[in-house]
T-cell receptor, first 114, second 119 residues
Framework: DGGITQSPKYLFRKEGQNVTLSCEQNLNHDAMYWYRQDPGQGLRLIYYSQIVNDFQKGDIAEGYSVSREKKESFPLTVTSAQKNPTAFYLC?????????????FGQGTRLTVV | AQKITQTQPGMFVQEKEAVTLDCTYDTSDPSYGLFWYKQPSSGEMIFLIYQGSYDQQNATEGRYSLNFQKARKSANLVISASQLGDSAMYFCAMREPYTGGTSYGKLTFGQGTILTVHP
């Protein structure tokens, strides 16, 4: 079945450590997105990418980094520069050229700083 | 810069009644897409309905309809015959087109509205 897989589902990080969240899709989608969601809040865009080896900063990119070496994969690294990383992280993908195509989401990763 | 605004943090509705969730947007692009998603307490994102900026008719999908008023830049979601399972967070979203120039297909979400359906 086609879909988006995020791993791990739960992640614990010690202060000062970098952690990488995985996002893989087999939908042959060009566009991929990363969002952060705090409890009871909306989705805030971190980074997005429309083609391999290219990505754009979203609204809250500071303290995060991404790569897009393969069409299927868009990993997100939460660096030690992110002061408050505890949140729910969602990855999404969609077709690129058609603005009418809905984005499909993964199940999310809950990151907690301990 | 594009912006999505949902001004209702929470809404209550009686089972079997209709409810309208508000969404306004701002963009300078003439071409854009508007979406509504549902997020139950499990956290998954469920796509509900889509409206294109050039669509002449309001979109409908089963019990969901989108009241699109382009001049007012509003895209309200109407849920008819509410069910207990409709209790969730609802998000309005807008996607700009991808042109490879100055428009990169950014997908922006509003703050969300928590809908509670009472029996």
């Amino acid at each position: 079945d086609g879909g988006i897989t995020q791993s791990p589902k739960y992640l614990f990080r010690k202060e000062g450590q970098n952690v990488t969240l995985s996002c893989e899709q087999n939908l042959n989608h060009d566009a991929m997105y990363w969002y952060r969601q705090d409890p009871g809040q909306g989705l805030r865009l971190i980074y997005y990418s429309q083609i391999v080896n290219d990505f754009q900063k979203g609204d809250i990119a500071e303290g995060y980094s991404v790569s897009r070496e393969k069409k299927e994969s868009f990993p997100l690294t939460v660096t030690s520069a992110q002061k408050n990383p505890t949140a729910f992280y969602l990855c999404a993908s969609s077709r690129r050229r058609d603005s009418g195509t809905e984005a499909f989401f993964g199940q999310g990763t809950r990151l907690t700083v301990v | 810069a594009q912006k999505i605004t949902q001004t209702q943090p929470g809404m209550f509705v009686q089972e079997k009644e209709a409810v309208t969730l508000d969404c306004t947007y701002d963009t300078s692009d003439p071409s854009y897409g508007l979406f509504w998603y549902k997020q139950p307490s499990s956290g998954e994102m469920i796509f509900l309905i889509y409206q294109g900026s050039y669509d002449q008719q309001n979109a409908t999908e089963g019990r969901y309809s989108l009241n699109f008023q382009k001049a007012r830049k509003s895209a309200n979601l109407v849920i008819s015959a509410s069910q207990l399972g409709d209790s969730a967070m609802y998000f309005c979203a807008m996607r700009e087109p991808y042109t490879g120039g100055t428009s990169y297909g950014k997908l922006t979400f509003g703050q969300g509205t928590i809908l509670t359906v009472h029996p």
